[in-house]
């Protein structure tokens, strides 16, 4: 075995090195904490070749003395620390004292630094470590550093670092951090010569996330909850403006960029049920805590911490991002794209031509009117007699049904909701009209129903509300206009126009009324049995959930060979759908995605009521439009389906208007 040597301060220098600066942006995060520790208001970086052969940090803070600016690039210098039981409760971003000698020494270091009230500064000169030269130097309070050549004396380190471009990305990504993580400070990020970042130190943290993430995320809703003494505020995405990765969700610690798993299953369990399959939340969150139930020294760059208390910390980010979620009452608004308009034609130069005669009119309805016939028109519209109000609602009450007009065109939107309203006796329930006809598929509507010969003048009985799950609430202070293409339900309130997924809302009610149902799910014993084939995992997954099944309503036997005998299913199921809802609760299951048996169920409660809902395509009565359009603008926690899709969508009246360059 060889002779155990202790290592030279230079070696074990370079290996503090490899912990503590793995690239130019790490170099930039440990500068830009120990600015913010100075006490600085304002902080400048600036950065060339991606921070490679140039890069420098200005602060306006404390600044050091003479005796200070020496001391600090030694190993485990720090002002920050004084006893072991400050290891405790650190409230400071650096404390191991680390930074400035690992930088120090794999780099070339100017520094200039000057504390408040002195009549000057103090210039040091670095390389690799070593201090070559000390004077006295005339400069602004706070404190300059200038890191050039990086690695210069590691090759094998150099070789890993990637082009000029990748490290200025990852420099601002690291600027970008510091920029959140401390909106109270002015900073500035200058990359090679062209200033890319610029917060105003304001303090407000919606300043600092519109700076550095722009007009796409200034419509993220606020947070702001306490919960057993820590605070949360900060902003989170809403669930249609989900990303297709985690990129955008920062965390911070008592003002610290931390990443944790913890908190991320905690913001994303409060978007469960609201958001889709396979896109994530964005976030900018701020954790406050005591800084006795947070351990920051279990990794060397300070990114990692561990917490005195995780399920505190996970209630807190959880109800915290739910309750800013529910607060939201804003549906989507539809986004029309803008057409630039047309560059004016150039005026000429020449006299207009002198108007000729007026051209022969046209023959047909639409026709251009000349001089003569306008005046007349004009002097015509001006005398005629206009009716009175009562008069014309007179004669519109006197409007009967042409024999050959279905009834379901002749009866009015007021009838329908009239004949919506309760009565004292009930009539006969309408046949559902919610399933299609056997042999017909989701995609296409049936066909109309051909007109009787002799219809009855009497208003067709009102579907019970009771087919759809929902319950009839007051009177609306709107109007259902009509439905789109068999999927969408247009209603008009003021000058708000709302489009309604009927296939989504009816689902997430459906989901909402069984997930809010403790007990067992009613089921319907199927008179013949089904069986279902599928693939080994996906019988055994199933067999080992079979309590699970059974809360929500099904009952599965093993047939053999791979196959599963199905003999009761839940009542708001099809039995048509109820081998397809089979298959996907096995790929739920097999897939793994949350261990809660509660998440779980709720995953098979997405299939339930998935496959049980209306379906878009589908011919509905107007009945069952009018009642789905009333709980959804009733309603305020009806504003995604159980995958995350919009319910409601609005269009107000100025967007259409600019459509149509009326305004």
Same mark, same amino acid.
Request: proline content about 8%.
């Given at each position: 075995?060889?002779?155990?040597?202790?290592?030279?301060?230079?070696?074990?220098?370079?290996?503090?090195?490899?912990?503590?600066?793995?690239?130019?942006?790490?170099?930039?995060?440990?500068?830009?904490?120990?600015?913010?520790?100075?006490?600085?208001?304002?902080?400048?970086?600036?950065?060339?070749?991606?921070?490679?052969?140039?890069?420098?940090?200005?602060?306006?803070?404390?600044?050091?003395?003479?005796?200070?600016?020496?001391?600090?690039?030694?190993?485990?210098?720090?002002?920050?620390?004084?006893?072991? @039981?400050?290891?405790?409760?650190?409230?400071?971003?650096?404390?191991?004292?680390?930074?400035?000698?690992?930088?120090?020494?794999?780099?070339?270091?100017?520094?200039?630094?000057?504390?408040?009230?002195?009549?000057?500064?103090?210039?040091?000169?670095?390389?690799?470590?070593?201090?070559?030269?000390?004077?006295?130097?005339?400069?602004?309070?706070?404190?300059?550093?200038?890191?050039?050549?990086?690695?210069?004396?590691?090759?094998?380190?150099?070789?890993?670092?990637?082009?000029?471009?990748?490290?200025?990305?990852?420099?601002?990504?690291?600027?970008?951090?510091?920029?959140?993580?401390?909106?109270?400070?002015?900073?500035?990020?200058?990359?090679?010569?062209?200033?890319?970042?610029?917060?105003?130190? /304001?303090?407000?943290?919606?300043?600092?996330?519109?700076?550095?993430?722009?007009?796409?995320?200034?419509?993220?809703?606020?947070?702001?909850?306490?919960?057993?003494?820590?605070?949360?505020?900060?902003?989170?995405?809403?669930?249609?403006?989900?990303?297709?990765?985690?990129?955008?969700?920062?965390?911070?610690?008592?003002?610290?960029?931390?990443?944790?798993?913890?908190?991320?299953?905690?913001?994303?369990?409060?978007?469960?049920?609201?958001?889709?399959?396979?896109?994530?939340? *964005?976030?900018?969150?701020?954790?406050?805590?005591?800084?006795?139930?947070?351990?920051?020294?279990?990794?060397?760059?300070?990114?990692?911490?561990?917490?005195? /208390?995780?399920?505190?910390?996970?209630?807190?980010?959880?109800?915290?991002?739910?309750?800013?979620?529910?607060?939201?009452?804003?549906?989507?608004?539809?986004?029309?794209?803008?057409?630039?308009?047309?560059?004016?034609?150039?005026?000429?130069?020449?006299?207009?031509?002198?108007?000729?005669?007026?051209?022969?009119?046209?023959?047909?309805?639409?026709?251009?009117?000349?001089?003569? @016939?306008?005046?007349?028109?004009?002097? *015509?519209?001006?005398?005629?007699?206009?009716?009175?109000?009562?008069?014309?609602?007179?004669?519109?009450?006197?409007?009967?049904?042409?024999?050959?007009?279905?009834?379901?065109?002749?009866?009015?939107?007021?009838?329908?909701?009239?004949?919506?309203?309760?009565?004292?006796?009930?009539?006969?329930?309408?046949?559902?009209?919610?399933?299609?006809?056997?042999?017909?598929?989701?995609?296409?509507?049936?066909?109309?129903?051909?007109?009787?010969?002799?219809?009855?003048?009497?208003?067709?009985?009102?579907?019970?509300?009771?087919?759809?799950?929902?319950?009839?609430?007051?009177?609306?202070?709107?109007?259902?206009?009509?439905?789109?293409?068999?999927?969408?339900?247009?209603?008009?309130?003021?000058?708000?126009?709302?489009?309604?997924?009927?296939?989504?809302?009816?689902?997430?009610?459906?989901?909402?009324?069984?997930?809010?149902?403790?007990?067992?799910?009613?089921?319907?014993?199927?008179?013949?049995?089904?069986?279902?084939?599928?693939?080994?995992?996906?019988?055994?997954?199933?067999?080992?959930?079979?309590?699970?099944?059974?809360?929500?309503?099904?009952?599965?036997?093993?047939?053999?060979?791979?196959?599963?005998?199905?003999?009761?299913?839940?009542?708001?199921?099809?039995?048509?759908?109820?081998?397809?809802?089979?298959?996907?609760?096995?790929?739920?299951?097999?897939?793994?995605?949350?261990?809660?048996?509660?998440?779980?169920?709720?995953?098979?409660?997405?299939?339930?009521?998935?496959?049980?809902?209306?379906?878009?395509?589908?011919?509905?009565?107007?009945?069952?439009?009018?009642?789905? *359009?009333?709980?959804?603008?009733?309603?305020?926690?009806?504003?995604?389906?159980?995958?995350?899709?919009?319910?409601?969508?609005?269009?107000?009246?100025?967007?259409?208007?600019?459509?149509?360059?009326?305004?």
């Amino acid at each position: 075995m060889p002779k155990i040597i202790q290592l030279s301060p230079h070696i074990a220098n370079l290996i503090a090195a490899g912990e503590v600066v793995e690239r130019p942006a790490s170099v930039v995060k440990e500068l830009l904490e120990n600015a913010v520790d100075a006490g600085a208001a304002k902080i400048t970086v600036e950065i060339r070749s991606g921070g490679m052969t140039f890069l420098r940090v200005t602060d306006n803070g404390c600044g050091m003395s003479p005796e200070d600016a020496r001391t600090a690039f030694l190993r485990h210098a720090t002002s920050k620390l004084r006893a072991a @039981e400050d290891l405790a409760s650190i409230s400071t971003m650096g404390f191991r004292g680390e930074a400035l000698a690992a930088i120090a020494s794999v780099s070339r270091i100017d520094l200039l630094t000057k504390p408040a009230g002195a009549l000057s500064g103090t210039s040091l000169r670095l390389e690799a470590g070593q201090i070559l030269q000390e004077e006295e130097a005339g400069c602004p309070e706070g404190t300059t550093i200038i890191v050039r050549d990086l690695f210069f004396n590691t090759p094998a380190r150099m070789k890993f670092m990637k082009s000029d471009t990748v490290e200025g990305s990852r420099v601002s990504a690291a600027v970008q951090l510091q920029a959140l993580a401390h909106p109270e400070v002015a900073i500035s990020f200058l990359r090679d010569g062209k200033t890319v970042l610029s917060t105003p130190g /304001s303090g407000g943290l919606q300043a600092a996330v519109y700076c550095v993430y722009g007009r796409e995320c200034a419509q993220m809703a606020a947070v702001d909850s306490a919960w057993d003494g820590y605070r949360l505020t900060g902003y989170v995405s809403k669930p249609t403006d989900a990303r297709p990765s985690r990129n955008l969700q920062t965390f911070f610690v008592n003002n610290r960029p931390v990443k944790s798993r913890l908190l991320v299953s905690a913001l994303e369990e409060a978007y469960r049920n609201r958001i889709m399959v396979g896109k994530f939340p *964005a976030c900018v969150l701020h954790l406050t805590l005591p800084a006795t139930a947070v351990d920051v020294n279990v990794h060397p760059a300070k990114t990692e911490v561990k917490f005195l /208390s995780e399920k505190a910390v996970f209630d807190c980010v959880h109800y915290g991002v739910l309750g800013a979620l529910n607060k939201q009452t804003d549906r989507p608004q539809i986004q029309f794209r803008t057409q630039e308009a047309p560059e004016p034609k150039p005026v000429s130069q020449t006299p207009p031509p002198k108007p000729q005669s007026p051209p022969e009119a046209k023959s047909g309805f639409f026709r251009t009117m000349n001089a003569e @016939e306008y005046k007349t028109f004009a002097a *015509a519209m001006a005398d005629a007699p206009r009716p009175k109000p009562e008069a014309a609602a007179a004669a519109a009450a006197k409007i009967e049904r042409p024999a050959n007009m279905p009834l379901r065109e002749f009866v009015t939107l007021p009838q329908v909701r009239q004949a919506a309203e309760p009565r004292t006796s009930r009539p006969e329930p309408s046949a559902p009209a919610a399933s299609p006809p056997s042999g017909q598929t989701a995609d296409r509507p049936p066909a109309p129903a051909k007109a009787p010969e002799a219809p009855s003048p009497d208003p067709v009985p009102p579907a019970e509300p009771e087919q759809l799950g929902l319950d009839l609430p007051a009177r609306p202070q709107w109007r259902m206009v009509g439905e789109l293409y068999h999927s969408y339900i247009l209603v008009e309130e003021g000058d708000e126009a709302f489009l309604i997924d009927k296939h989504a809302a009816h689902e997430r009610i459906l989901f909402e009324k069984l997930k809010a149902n403790q007990e067992a799910i009613t089921s319907q014993a199927l008179l013949q049995p089904k069986a279902i084939r599928l693939s080994p995992a996906a019988v055994g997954e199933l067999l080992a959930n079979r309590p699970l099944l059974e809360e929500l309503g099904f009952e599965l036997e093993e047939f053999g060979d791979n196959t599963l005998l199905l003999r009761q299913i839940p009542m708001d199921l099809h039995p048509d759908d109820a081998a397809e809802a089979v298959e996907s609760l096995a790929e739920d299951l097999l897939s793994g995605r949350r261990e809660s048996r509660d998440s779980v169920r709720d995953e098979l409660l997405h299939t339930v009521a998935c496959k049980a809902a209306i379906k878009a395509g589908w011919h509905s009565d107007e009945q069952e439009l009018l009642v789905l *359009a009333r709980e959804v603008l009733a309603r305020e926690d009806l504003k995604y389906c159980p995958h995350g899709r919009p319910i409601c969508v609005s269009l107000s009246k100025k967007q259409l208007e600019k459509q149509f360059r009326r305004t």
